[in-house]
């Protein structure tokens, strides 16, 4: 099959760039966040720090694997609009959205992004990255870091006085994606320190208390709310049940832990979220894998996510190269058979963000706040190192 090889993975990515490139940049300040399905802008004026970050993320990446010269340009472009319309003034608080509305709520799950991007800028060369990669990471420790439970708090409110009573893993698992770029970026180990702690408490420790797989929400003491967000399976951010993309992406990010430091309670826990992740989130009726799933196992969410399926053939193609167990590539080219036909527009280019059971649309928005194919050009250059650095050889 194609999609393992070297050149259609480099030059899907280079498909996916190509989508954004005439239409994303906005001369006045960042990156425009609302696209239709043909690239045709929808709202221009707000802004997500979710997508803000993560367009920095992509064009680092880009510009690190030679894709362009005027990517660097790009990440300045884009953290210039960070720091100046989503950083409060005075301190290491960033604005969650900007433009049409302002909403300064204070949650991890964003400071993260600000983290990782600051990581991948640096590691490109921005110097100046550095000293806010430190000045946002020692906010999250002083802010929502528990030592007592070895994890992060999720909001405050604007003015800190308030902090949330909600728990959840869904800014613990970003947290230790943007701790292991920042180790990549800086060779610190505290940053590996953080990394391995999270995914320790997260994917051991908290995963025991749900039959081995990580749930999404937490009571303030850390104990399991199986309650909250019962009524919304479809959140974006904070949906009810086990969510077959995060566990994959947790499989992923253990996998890359082990590859700095190997330790087999790494591998085999990637495996075990893996497999139960497709056991029960990948529809045989309909194929590709559903949203969410209950602790019944049946469906919570039945739609099918561009990300989902993105962190699932990374996860794949990993747990292939470290187990040279043939299944992981079958499940590999499954998953890329289901999201080539389904999830991704041939005539227009980039992902669909959303389809139905059945793999239909359900909108013409491929690209909302949000959205920036982050997840499908790291999963593509996620399997792209793995190549490179040897894998074992293909039927």
Known sequence: MKFHRLDFLEDHARSILRFYEPIVLDKQGGFFQNFQDDG?????????????????????????????????????????????????????????????????????????????????????????????????????????????????????????????????????MHLCEAYIAAYDATADSDFLLRAQRLAKRFAADLAASAGGLIWEHYHSDWSIDWDYNRDKPGDLFKPWGFQPGHQVEWAKLLLQLNEIESDEWYLGKASELFDLAMEHGWDTDFGGIVYGFAPDGSFADDHKYFWVHAEAFAAAYRLYVATNDKKYLAWYERIWAYSWEYLIDHVHGAWFRIRDRQGQAIDNLKSPMGKVDYHTLGACWDVIDQIKIGVPAHE
């Open 40 to 172: 045709s802008i929808f709202d221009k004026k707000s802004r997500h720090l979710v997508s803000s970050t993560r367009f920095v993320f992509n064009y680092a990446e880009a510009y690190r694997r030679g894709l362009g010269d005027h990517y660097r340009e790009w990440v300045r472009h884009g953290l210039q609009f960070i720091e100046e319309e989503h950083l409060r003034p005075g301190t290491n608080q960033y604005a969650w959205q900007v433009g049409l509305v302002r909403n300064e709520t204070v949650y991890t799950y964003g400071h993260a992004f600000v983290l990782l991007a600051h990581a991948k800028a640096h590691s490109i060369g921005e110097s100046d990255s550095i000293l806010r990669l430190r000045s946002v990471d020692q906010f999250l420790l002083d802010q929502f870091f528990e030592p007592e439970n070895a994890a992060f708090a999720d909001e405050r409110s604007a003015d800190l006085a308030e902090l949330s009573p909600y728990r959840g893993q869904n800014a613990n």
